[in-house]
């Protein structure tokens, strides 16, 4: 029977159910619709207040679109998979927990537990890891941190959701094994380990072999295997405006529409329950568990929460804590001069080079971004961190290939010439409904009252530099553009929830007029754009001002940071993405470092051998010049702490035990899923269970660097492996390692899994377990690493269902899934099914 059909709910949930029977059937139908865009439907007469959601994945941003509300800006999930210590994971579900409190959130929505299956999709930095044991582990100690701390995480996005392309309409098609060994495992671990309270469907669908169907919609993934299988018993909500159906929708399992009040719920479940096409039992079903959300993070009066301790977000050191993970997640990919780390008093004049040195790229684009509670430059954090040495800062490359914001205030007059542009919204017979003077412009205008539907303006714009000059605006939507007198684009197409839901509102391809100035003159711009009423969002108006002047060119630019870097004692060259290559809505079209960044590091190595390399990217790129530099640095998106932890990792106040959550391709021809491109509407997941590291494995493909490599700096010697198998067929590895280095330090100790025999439906390896240990130099420590009987089962599709095949499996210890230093054999004898 299903958990959502079952009469008589547990005896812990009475309380609940009473209450439930004390709501009109109305009340019911309100309360699994959401009230607003990030708050649920308050019902005061039992005593339960709007729940409040925020998206989350690296950080809190809170429920206010006010510029005045600014969150801690974590680093990317990437970054905290790549410390492999689920201790600090421990710590960063503490810092999410008291963010939460801060904003007045209940739910975050996160973490992001969907796989890095490609290196190019578009929210890879928002994901934990390519391995699905790697991805659930930290998520695990991340989510039941948060929630004893009584705030709620919402998992996402159930399920095989990998990719940006077509994201709300395409098919997954996926065996069931693949499903069920891969993609579903971190999502079942978040269930059993963490008793996850809430769950959100993708937007994507889901075709296991015998049910094609949305994920909001996919009963037999929803309610058969995640709520009456596994036992969740929290809340799974829908992503925003992914619900696109009634009865089928809430038949499939889907407790909470999101966002509301509008959408096919409401009227459309009222009328269903009415109608006796969905039964008011499974609405009560609903309804309790939502109530019991509540009751978890003490929405209901009267209703004690229910394990959670509330009391336990104490002073945190917020800032000390993403400090710590920011440094100690970054991965020295190479250093064969021990150039880390750097003795302040070693160097006097550094050349700080490259176009992320000048604009780091902290965060990526879509629902992870944040307002950061401060920011700081790499210059600013060398400084501190150096003291009197001199800093000469250069871009030496182009990296952002979209022209920057126009400087409204300081180069624009309105046509009344009034510092800035006119601004002025319409009705829809053209009507000027409001009149202003914009001089701050954002690029939006946001809640727009509902009458306007397009916003006009216009502008002067001062040209004083001799040179090109690029002048444009981007927008979305109905429009007309035109610059200096010319019509550059112009579209009758009248657009919704799309824009935001593929994020080609966030970057919109400005139309641009490339004028040649020989003296100051000035160009005409009038943009006449449509104000976007989305269904579920607030209203909005997006015009884009854009400014290119004329600069120094690449040529320019990279002569420039050379004769800094042959006059310094040492080069530190950032390198990296930006917001325009990594964001949610669209996924990646190449995995080349964007503009000229790899002409850059090979001029700046010729003029200086001592070079240090730091890569400022979330994921993987191509780092052509990878076996020439002595020394190079993955650094990811750090967060609002970047800069200073960065620096900490340079001076050697903090060890980088960063280690790979993924695979570092060095040709893009190598790579074993290269994009995420749908066809006839369906991403075909063709490589099975061998997903990441496991594909370059089963192709004899060589990487740049492989899953889990990562040097720190010291070295290790792996001495000794013993282990002892458990009465459940778990099996305990005892394992002691050296540090032959001449500092302590901190190792991450892993350990792969083979099958008895060569078998094409397993992998070559997969990894069983891992665990941090920390020596002091030259000094030996022990740790144990328990690899779970879980670890030796696969899905059978012809059962279907799980079983252990007996054998003798090799049990890899080392350093990588290429670095392999122990090995133990263990037996394992398995009934036919486990």
Same mark, same amino acid.
């Given at each position: 029977m299903s958990l959502d059909t079952a009469i008589q709910p547990p005896t812990a949930d009475r309380p609940l159910t009473d209450l439930t029977a004390a709501l009109s059937l109305e009340e019911k139908v309100r309360l699994v619709v959401g009230a607003g865009l990030w708050s649920t439907t308050a019902i005061p007469h039992i005593g339960l207040r709007a729940m409040h959601v925020?998206?989350?994945?690296?950080?809190?941003?809170?429920?206010? *679109?006010?510029?005045?509300?600014?969150?801690a800006s974590f680093p990317a999930p990437s970054a905290l998979a790549a410390t492999w210590d689920v201790d600090l994971a421990d710590e960063v579900g503490h810092v999410f927990a008291a963010e939460a409190r801060r904003h007045g959130v209940d739910v975050v929505l996160a973490p992001q537990v969907n796989l890095q299956r490609t290196p190019v999709g578009?929210?890879?930095?928002?994901?934990?890891?390519?391995?699905?044991?790697?991805?659930?582990?930290?998520?695990?100690?991340?989510?039941?941190?948060?929630?004893?701390?009584?705030?709620?995480?919402?998992?996402?996005?159930?399920?095989?959701?990998?990719?940006?392309?077509?994201?709300?309409?395409?098919?997954?098609?996926?065996?069931?094994?693949?499903?069920?060994?891969?993609?579903?495992?971190?999502?079942?671990?978040?269930?059993?380990?963490?008793?996850?309270?809430?769950?959100?469907?993708?937007?994507?669908?889901?075709?296991?072999?015998?049910?094609?169907?949305?994920?909001?919609?996919?009963?037999?993934?929803?309610?058969?295997?995640?709520?009456?299988?596994?036992?969740?018993?929290?809340?799974?909500?829908?992503?925003?405006?992914?619900t696109t159906s009634v009865v089928a929708s809430a038949e499939g399992g889907l407790d909470l529409q999101m966002p509301g009040p509008d959408g096919p719920w409401g009227d459309g479940l009222l009328d269903a329950v009415r109608s006796g096409a969905v039964s008011e039992e499974l609405l009560d079903a609903k309804v309790l568990r939502l109530l019991r959300l509540a009751q978890r993070v003490g929405a209901l009066d009267g209703v004690e929460p229910s394990g959670a301790q509330r009391d336990r977000v104490a002073d945190v050191d917020v800032r000390g804590v993403l400090r710590e993970l920011v440094s100690r997640s970054m991965v020295v990919l190479r250093d064969d001069e021990h150039a880390l780390p750097v003795a302040p008093d070693d160097v006097t004049r550094i050349a700080l080079l490259g176009p992320n040195a000048v604009h780091p790229f902290v965060q990526g684009g879509g629902s992870a971004y944040v307002r950061p509670d401060h920011t700081s430059t790499p210059e600013a954090a060398l400084r501190d961190a150096f003291g009197e040495v001199e800093v000469d800062v250069h871009p030496g490359a182009v990296s952002r290939l979209l022209p920057p914001a126009l400087d409204l205030a300081g180069r624009c007059t309105t046509p009344d010439g009034h510092p800035g542009?006119?601004?002025?919204?319409?009705?829809?017979?053209g009507t000027v409904l409001v009149t202003t003077?914009?001089?701050?412009?954002?690029?939006?205008?946001?809640?727009?009252?509902?009458?306007?539907?397009?916003?006009?303006?216009?502008?002067?714009?001062?040209?004083?530099?001799?040179?090109?000059?690029?002048?444009?605006?981007?927008?979305?939507?109905?429009?007309?553009?035109?610059?200096?007198?010319?019509?550059?684009?112009?579209?009758?197409?009248?657009?919704?929830?799309e824009v935001i839901l593929d994020s080609s509102v966030n970057q919109p391809v400005p139309a641009t007029l490339v004028i040649e100035v020989t003296e100051?003159?000035?160009?005409?711009?009038?943009?006449?754009?449509?104000?976007?009423?989305?269904?579920?969002?607030?209203?909005?108006?997006?015009?884009?001002?854009?400014?290119?002047?004329p600069g120094t060119s690449p040529d320019e630019l990279l002569a420039v940071a050379v004769d800094a870097a042959a006059a310094a004692d040492l080069a530190i060259v950032v390198v990296g993405t930006n917001e325009e290559i990594e964001s949610e809505g669209y996924d990646r079209?190449?995995?080349?470092?964007?503009?000229?960044?790899?002409?850059?590091?090979?001029?700046?190595?010729?003029?200086?051998?001592?070079?240090?390399?730091?890569?400022?990217?979330?994921?993987?790129?191509?780092?052509?010049?990878? *076996?020439?530099?002595?020394?190079?640095?993955?650094?990811?998106?750090?967060?609002?702490?970047? #800069?200073?932890?960065?620096?900490?990792?340079?001076?050697?106040?903090?060890?980088?035990?960063g280690r790979l959550p993924w695979t570092l391709p060095a040709h893009e021809s190598d790579?074993?899923?290269? *994009?995420?491109?749908?066809?006839?509407?369906?991403?075909?997941?063709?490589?099975?269970?061998?997903?990441?590291?496991?594909?370059?494995?089963?192709?004899?493909r060589t990487p740049a660097a492989p899953f889990g490599h990562g040097l720190g700096w010291t070295t290790w010697e792996y001495e000794s492996v013993s282990h002892a198998v458990e009465a459940d067929g778990s099996v305990v590895l005892d394992v002691r390692v050296?540090?032959?280095?001449?500092?302590?330090?901190?190792?991450?100790?892993?350990?792969?899994?083979?099958?008895?025999?060569?078998?094409?439906?397993? #992998?070559?390896?997969?990894?069983?377990?891992?665990?941090?240990?920390?020596?002091?130099?030259?000094?030996?420590a022990d740790v144990q690493v328990r690899v779970d009987a879980k670890a030796f089962r696969t899905w059978d599709n012809a059962l279907p269902g799980w079983v252990t095949p007996a054998g003798t499996y090799p049990i890899r210890v080392g350093r990588s899934s290429s670095d392999l230093r122990l090995s133990v054999d263990v037996a394992v004898r398995s009934p036919s099914s486990a």
């Open positions: 925020s998206d989350g994945p690296a950080g809190v941003r809170g429920v206010s *679109d006010s510029a005045d509300e600014t969150s578009g929210r890879h930095f928002e994901c934990y890891s390519e391995d699905p044991l790697l991805t659930g582990a930290i998520a695990v100690h991340v989510v039941r941190s948060a929630q004893d701390r009584g705030v709620g995480m919402c998992v996402k996005h159930f399920v095989a959701n990998d990719s940006e392309t077509q994201r709300t309409t395409y098919l997954a098609r996926v065996d069931e094994q693949t499903l069920r060994e891969v993609y579903l495992a971190p999502f079942e671990q978040l269930v059993h380990e963490a008793q996850a309270w809430s769950v959100m469907s993708a937007y994507s669908g889901i075709d296991d072999g015998t049910t094609a169907a949305t994920a909001a919609e996919h009963r037999p993934l929803l309610t058969g295997v995640l709520k009456d299988e596994w036992g969740f018993d929290g809340v799974v909500m829908s992503d925003w405006v992914a542009a006119l601004g002025e919204l319409l009705a829809a017979e003077d914009v001089t701050d412009w954002p690029g939006w205008l946001r809640e727009v009252p509902g009458p306007a539907v397009a916003l006009r303006l216009r502008s002067t714009v001062r040209l004083d530099e001799p040179g090109r000059h690029e002048v444009g605006v981007g927008t979305v939507g109905k429009h007309r553009i035109s610059v200096g007198g010319q019509v550059l684009s112009t579209s009758e197409h009248v657009v919704g929830a100051p003159t000035t160009v005409e711009i009038d943009a006449l754009v449509q104000v976007v009423h989305p269904v579920g969002y607030a209203s909005f108006a997006r015009a884009e001002l854009v400014h290119r002047v079209t190449s995995l080349a470092l964007p503009g000229t960044q790899d002409q850059l590091v090979k001029a700046a190595l010729a003029a200086n051998p001592r070079t240090i390399v730091v890569v400022n990217a979330g994921a993987p790129v191509l780092l052509p010049w990878l *076996d020439e530099v002595p020394c190079v640095l993955w650094a990811w998106l750090g967060g609002q702490e970047w #800069p200073d932890a960065l620096a900490d990792v340079l001076t050697g106040i903090t060890e980088p035990t790579v074993p899923v290269p *994009d995420a491109v749908p066809v006839d509407g369906v991403i075909e997941y063709h490589e099975g269970v061998h997903v990441g590291y496991r594909s370059w494995l089963r192709l004899d050296r540090n032959t280095g001449a500092r302590d330090a901190r190792e991450v100790v892993q350990v792969y899994v083979e099958p008895p025999v060569p078998d094409e439906s397993r #992998p070559v390896r997969w990894l069983g377990g891992f665990a941090v240990v920390h020596a002091t130099a030259g000094a030996h």
